[in-house]
């Protein structure tokens, strides 16, 4: 017997900037997306702008602009994220399809450009608050519960430019006003909200490939979540304000760490980056405060950082009904050095000799999604809910239009299982959506050859391809998982 509960959220998810398309319609602004271009797992998405004397050039995220250049769309270049897989004119189609497949719940998100198109005005944009009502309602119809992330990596590219995007702490107020919107317009049609997609990235990612940065990068990085923590914290206040059954959560990236040797050195050096990377957002999210390992991670980078009493006030009050964490792969820590090296852009460092590798590099770990419920339900016994996990892959259409997956299905059949073991050991796991029920554009890589969906969708990574959807083998094994709550897992 399986261990799902009765009324278990079985969905998928999706983000705005990576399936809608629609980029410039009905007064969306644009986001830093939008002036991104397409990479590949070994080149780096450039950021493409005009420099002050009129030339062309691109650059990558973490290099700042040239004096008197703007980010800018230029016309000879390809932006998958324009396109997407254009769910803003589909997703009466795609909804329909996740609803023949059974689904509880879909989480996806909403642009914060389409609402606010510069994100500091004092009114949003009409247009865009319809849409969504429009999309909410459609899930309605099926039954299918919507579970909102307000933020995913799309701050409007104007508070990016003139503010400094969220080095500036004017951005909590516009982030709140961008939340409130939210929470009273579509009152009574969404319940389920995450306030920051995987707020913890920001500083993770400075330490994964084992690169040196200055301090002065911990500096805007440990300050950029600290406001991003309190902007959290304020909305979560005013959404419970505005409909008490709202369920709010945070959305961390889980990536599970394993010490790589039983050296008492790496497994102190794996209990620290669990601090750095999970606990320290985690902590601050669910319980209401920083941790108290906070200190020693800001002295090593010397950082000092704008807080306020009233901020810590505001923390306190705006815990998280709910902890939510996407999750693909483990990462191993080691003090030692490596020979054995992952390539992958998120499993970078040592290679663990017991697991596979995707053809992106990512780790296959799914007794890693175990350990990683079962240790974060001991720390903050919040419910959880597994709101990302799912394997990019290539996928081959066959003359017939079939799309043979094994490989995805075996893939969610290890995770599911591993998940199902952790609510047999007292995990209050509530719901789980799959990453990209939908084919889309990888964030990280911008491809679309790197599919995730069940549904296929033909569109290529220049944006060739008739937009059709169509059914993988999986689509129709996981609508069998569903409809079995989890107990059937066979082909
Ligand atoms: C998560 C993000 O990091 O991983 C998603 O929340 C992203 O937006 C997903 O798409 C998979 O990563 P990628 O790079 O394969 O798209």
Redesign the pocket.
């Known amino acids: 017997m399986a261990n799902f509960p009765k009324g278990f959220l079985w969905g998928g998810?999706t983000?705005a900037n990576?399936v809608e398309g629609g980029w410039n319609e009905d007064g969306r602004g644009p986001a830093l997306t939008d002036v991104t271009l397409g990479g590949t797992v070994k080149e780096n998405r450039k950021l493409t702008y005009i420099a002050a004397d009129g030339t062309h050039g691109s650059l990558e995220r973490s290099e700042p602009l040239p004096k008197g250049a703007h980010y800018a769309v230029l016309d000879e270049c390809y932006y998958p994220n324009h396109l997407g897989v254009d769910e803003y004119h589909r997703f009466k189609e795609d909804i329909a399809l996740f609803a023949e497949m059974g689904f509880k719940t879909y989480r996806m998100s909403i642009s914060w450009s389409r609402l606010y198109p510069k994100g500091d005005e004092k009114e949003p944009n009409k247009a865009g608050v319809e849409h969504y009502r429009q999309v909410f309602q459609e899930l309605k119809k099926y039954h299918i519960e919507p579970l909102v992330t307000i933020w995913?990596?799309d701050t409007p590219l104007y508070l990016e430019e003139h503010y400094g995007g969220w080095t500036n702490r004017q951005l909590i107020d516009f982030y709140v006003r961008f939340a409130t919107t939210c929470f009273t317009e579509y009152k009574g049609l969404v319940h389920y909200w995450l306030t920051f997609?995987?707020i913890n990235?920001t500083i993770m990612f400075l330490d994964f490939k084992g690169e040196a940065h200055p301090d002065s990068e911990y500096q805007t990085a440990y300050q950029m979540l600290h406001y991003e923590f309190v902007a959290s914290a304020k909305a979560v206040q005013i959404g419970h304000a505005i409909d008490p059954s709202n369920m709010i959560g945070c959305?961390i990236?889980g990536i599970t760490n394993y010490p790589a040797t039983c050296d008492p050195k790496d497994v102190l050096a794996c209990q620290h980056t669990w601090e750095k990377n999970l606990y320290y957002c985690g902590d601050v999210q669910a319980l209401g405060e920083y941790g108290s390992y906070s200190e020693r991670l800001w002295k090593e980078h010397n950082v000092q950082l704008d807080i306020t009493d009233e901020d810590l006030v505001d923390l306190a009050n705006g815990t998280v009904d709910m902890y939510t964490f996407?999750y693909?792969m483990s990462s191993l820590v080691t003090t030692h050095e490596v020979k054995d090296k992952v390539s992958g852009?998120?499993s970078a460092g040592a290679k663990n000799p017991y697991l596979e590798y995707s053809d992106?590099g990512?780790a296959v770990d799914a007794d890693g999604l175990q350990y990683f419920l079962e240790m974060v339900y001991q720390r903050y016994n919040l419910p959880m809910m597994v709101v990302?996990n799912?394997l990019?892959a290539y996928d081959k259409v066959e003359e017939d239009g079939s799309i043979h997956d094994p490989f995805r299905i075996e893939y969610y059949r290890r995770h599911i299982a591993a998940m199902d073991r952790a609510i047999g050991n007292g995990v209050d796991c509530i719901g789980y959506t799959t990453?990209?029920c939908i084919d889309?554009?990888?964030?990280?890589?911008g491809?679309l050859r790197?599919r995730?969906g069940f549904i296929y969708v033909d569109i290529d990574d220049e944006g060739k391809g008739t937009l059709d959807r169509s059914r993988k083998d999986s689509f129709y094994w996981y609508k069998k998982v569903i409809a079995s709550n989890g107990e059937d897992l066979a082909d």
């Open positions: 998810a983000a990576q995913h990596f997609n995987e990235n959305m990236c996407s693909y852009n998120f992106w990512w990302e799912g990019g990453w990209g889309l554009v990888s964030a990280g890589t491809e790197k995730y």
